[in-house]
T-cell receptor, first 114, second 114 residues
Framework: SQKIEQNSEALNIQEGKTATLTCNYT??????LQWYRQDPGRGPVFLLL?????KEKRKERLKVTFDTTLKQSLFHITASQPADSATYLC?????????????FGIGTKLQVIP | EAQVTQNPRYLITVTGKKLTVTCSQN?????MSWYRQDPGLGLRQIYY???????DKGDVPEGYKVSRKEKRNFPLILESPSPNQTSLYFC?????????????FGPGTRLTVT
């Protein structure tokens, strides 16, 4: 069966350290993988997109890797800050016959401790 | 301001009473989508639309209808709501369908069906 797994429990990290979040999937062949941030009671906000033929993408303190052999993406936040505390969602973008479906993981709640 | 708007933001209704949740975007986006978010299940795609008059089912379409008569609007219709449709609903839009483009999410509609 098809499945997306993220660290389902909260991830606590000390301020200034690097947070690493994992997104694993099975029986999907995504053309793209996206990462979003969601704060309580609000809609998700887009952070980064990586294509299936890309290994790594960076944006400021954020870095995403994508390994289609391992079927895994890692999301890193360097020099983490309390303001980075939120739930982070990975999303697989599946393209077929000109149509685009998006499937989300359930998210990882990150808590950055001052 | 570029945004996705949803109305209403909160709705309490009774089983079987037809309702419509509106969604509008002002970014001239081709792609629009509806999601529901439930604890422990994450964000699940209900329906999506690649462009005007082109819609397709997501992962959980049962009990919902959509239409895309204009580019900017994508209403979600519950013909006969049931308690299992109590959820937090998000509308989203994206500029480039088929290219994994980032999605912009609305603020959410919290629906309770009694």
């Amino acid at each position: 069966s098809q499945k997306i797994e993220q660290n389902s429990e909260a991830l606590n990290i000390q301020e200034g350290k690097t947070a690493t979040l994992t997104c694993n999937y099975t029986n999907y062949s995504p053309a793209y993988l996206q990462w979003y941030r969601q704060d309580p009671g609000r809609g998700p906000v887009f952070l980064l997109l990586i294509r299936e033929n890309e290994k790594e993408k960076r944006k400021e303190r954020l870095k995403v890797t994508f390994d289609t052999t391992l079927k895994q993406s890692l999301f890193h936040i360097t020099a983490s800050q309390p303001a980075d505390s939120a739930t982070y969602l990975c999303a697989l973008v599946l393209i077929s016959g000109g149509y685009q479906k998006v499937t989300f993981g359930i998210g990882t709640k990150l808590q950055v401790i001052p | 301001e570029a945004q996705v708007t949803q109305n209403p933001r909160y709705l309490i209704t009774v089983t079987g009473k037809k309702l419509t949740v509106t969604c509008s975007q002002n970014m001239n986006h081709e792609y629009m989508s509806w999601y529901r978010q439930d604890p422990g299940l994450g964000l699940r795609q209900i329906y999506y639309s690649m462009n005007v008059e082109v819609t397709d089912k997501g992962d959980v379409p049962e009990g919902y209808k959509v239409s895309r008569k204009e580019k900017r609007n994508f209403p979600l219709i519950l013909e006969s709501p049931s308690p299992n449709q109590t959820s937090l609903y998000f509308c989203a839009s994206s500029l480039w369908p088929g290219e994994g483009g980032e999605q912009y999410f609305g603020p959410g509609t919290r629906l309770t069906v009694t």
